[in-house]
C-alpha cells in the first residue's frame, strides 16, 4: 500500500453500490479542474437498493476499493466523501422568512433565512442531508437567485431539502468508518451523479437525471438551475440479469456476461440472423439462440423500467419544466437500444451522461457507473473552495473582496 503523504488538495469519493464499491480519489489542477488519480472498485453484496444489509461484506468491499485506488494513485487517503441513496431518502419544499437588518442582504441573513426554512419538522428518525436553494424572494419579489446587496425588509427563502432515514445512514457510517476512513460529507448519491454529468445550461433549462445503477434508479429533476425533486424506483440492472439467467435457462454470471455483451433494450434492433451461446444450468451442454431471444427477453424489462421512470416524472409533475429532457447513467444506462427505446416511451430528448470536466485518468472512470463517484469529488470541490484558493495564490481575486461578498461567493458556488 502507498505510504505516500496526504496531500491537501486530494479529495476521496465512495459510491457504495449494490453492485460494487467505487472509491475514486482525484487531485485539484492549477486550473481548479478535478483530474482523477485512482480507482478502486470491488463487487459488494451487502447492499440492497442503497441499504447496508450486511456491515461486515461492505466493509470489506470498502477498505478493498480504497486500498486498490490508493495503490493507483500514489496517495494514502484517512477522509471520504460518501454518497447516500435508497428508498429511505425522502425530499421535500419549504419555506423561511426573516427580517433583513440594516435594510441590505449580506450573508448572515442568507444564513439565517435557510435556517427558518429548516426549522420544519424533521422527525427524529431522520437526517437532513442537504438544504438546496430554489430561489429568493426580497419584500415579494419573486425568482431571485442571488440576493446579496439587495436592498429591502423582508427577504424568503424556496429551498428543498433533502432527508434520509437515521439508521440507514448510521450503517453506512459505520461501515466508512470500520473501513478506517473518517467521513469529510454526505451526498446524495444522485445529486452527485447529475453534478459530474449534467451543466448548468440544461439545470436551467430543466432536466431529469436518473442514476440507473444495480439495484435501483435514482432520480434527480432540476428546474430552473436548481432541485426540485428526487426518487427512487427500485429496479436496476441485476433485475435485468435476473429476467436473462430464467429467462434463457442460464447461470447468472452468464446472463450478467450474455447482458453486457450481446444484450439489447430493442430487439428490432437486433440482427435476426446473429446467433449467441448460452450456457447450460447445472452441467447441461450449452446451446446456440438467436441474439434476438435474448433481446426479448431485456426489451420487456427494459420497457417496465423506463415506464416506471416515465411514471415517476408525470407523477413529479414536472415534465413541462424539463426542456432539456431526460440524462440516464450508471451502469445499466450502457445498455444498447435504451436511449432509443428512451426516446419513444418519454416522447422528451434522451441522452447517456457520463462524467465530464474532469482531467486525468478519465479512460477510467468515462463510463457512467462511474458518474456517482466522480461526482463526489466535483461535489466536493464545490463545498470546499479553500483548495481552489490554494492553487491559485496569486490570482486569488477572493482576496480583494472583502470578507463577507467572499463568503456569499462560496456560499453561492456550492448551492447552485
Ligand atoms: N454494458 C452494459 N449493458 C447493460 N448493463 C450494464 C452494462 N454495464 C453495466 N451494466 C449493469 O449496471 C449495473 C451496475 O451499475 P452501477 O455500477 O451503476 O450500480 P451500483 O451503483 O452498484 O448499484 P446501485 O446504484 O443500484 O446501488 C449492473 O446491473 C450491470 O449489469
Ligand atoms: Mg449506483
Known amino acids: 500500500m502507498s505510504t505516500s503523504k496526504p496531500k491537501a488538495s486530494v479529495l476521496a469519493g465512495l459510491d457504495i453500490g449494490s453492485t460494487k464499491v467505487s472509491f475514486v480519489i482525484g487531485t485539484v489542477n ?21 441499504v447496508v444489509v450486511n456491515i461486515e461484506a461492505t466493509t470489506e468491499s470498502i477498505k478493498k476499493a480504497k486500498e486498490e485506488a490508493e495503490l493507483m494513485s500514489g496517495y494514502s487517503v484517512s477522509e471520504v466523501w460518501v454518497g447516500v441513496a435508497g428508498t429511505h431518502i425522502s425530499s421535500f419544499d419549504s419555506k423561511g422568512m426573516v427580517a433583513i437588518k440594516n435594510r441590505e442582504v449580506t450573508a448572515s441573513e442568507i444564513d439565517r433565512v435557510i435556517e427558518a426554512a429548516k426549522a420544519v419538522a424533521v422527525p427524529a428518525d431522520r437526517t437532513v ?30 429551498v428543498h431539502i433533502v432527508t434520509g432515514g437515521q439508521s440507514a445512514i448510521n450503517n453506512t457510517v459505520k461501515c466508512v ?5 473518517k467521513i469529510a460529507g454526505l451526498v446524495l448519491t444522485q445529486l452527485a451523479s447529475a453534478t459530474a454529468v449534467i451543466s448548468n445550461d440544461e439545470k436551467n433549462l430543466g432536466v431529469c437525471v436518473v442514476d440507473m445503477g444495480g439495484g435501483a434508479c435514482n432520480a434527480l429533476y432540476f428546474v430552473n438551475g436548481s432541485v426540485a425533486h428526487s426518487s427512487t424506483i427500485p429496479v436496476g440492472g441485476q433485475h435485468f440479469t435476473h429476467d436473462v439467467a430464467v429467462g434463457l435457462r442460464t447461470p447468472q454470471f452468464a446472463a450478467e456476461d450474455l447482458k453486457k455483451k450481446y444484450g439489447c433494450a430493442m430487439a428490432s434492433m437486433v440482427n435476426e440472423n446473429e446467433t449467441i451461446e448460452v450456457e447450460g444450468v447445472g452441467g447441461r451442454k450449452s446451446r446456440v439462440i438467436p441474439r434476438k431471444d435474448l433481446a426479448d427477453v ?15 416524472i408525470r407523477m413529479s409533475g414536472l415534465m413541462p419544466m424539463l426542456g432539456s429532457g431526460i440524462v440516464l447513467t450508471g451502469g445499466a444506462s450502457q445498455l444498447d437500444g435504451l436511449v432509443e427505446m428512451g426516446e419513444f416511451i418519454f416522447d422528451i430528448p434522451v441522452r447517456r451522461g457520463a462524467p465530464r470536466e474532469i482531467g486525468g485518468l ?8 462511474f458518474a456517482a463517484a466522480v461526482g463526489l469529488l466535483l461535489h ?37
Open 177 to 181: 468508518e470500520k473501513a478506517g476512513l
Open 380 to 416: 466536493a470541490l464545490g463545498q470546499r473552495k479553500d483548495l481552489l484558493h490554494n492553487q491559485q495564490q496569486e490570482v486569488n481575486l477572493g482576496e480583494s473582496l472583502d470578507g463577507i461578498t467572499k463568503k456569499i461567493k462560496d456560499f453561492f458556488g456550492q448551492i447552485f
Open 30 to 50: 492549477p486550473d481548479g479542474k478535478i483530474e482523477v488519480a485512482g480507482v478502486g472498485t470491488a463487487p459488494n453484496t451487502g447492499i440492497r437498493q442503497g
Open 298 to 312: 431485456i426489451e420487456a424489462r427494459a420497457e417496465e423500467t423506463l415506464n416506471l421512470i416515465a411514471n415517476d
Open 129 to 158: 442531508l442537504h438544504v438546496l436553494p430554489r430561489e429568493f424572494k426580497v419584500d415579494g419579489q419573486d425568482g431571485i437567485t442571488d440576493p446579496i446587496g439587495m436592498s429591502g425588509i423582508r427577504l424568503e427563502a424556496n
Open 362 to 369: 478519465t479512460d477510467v472512470v468515462k463510463a457512467g457507473e
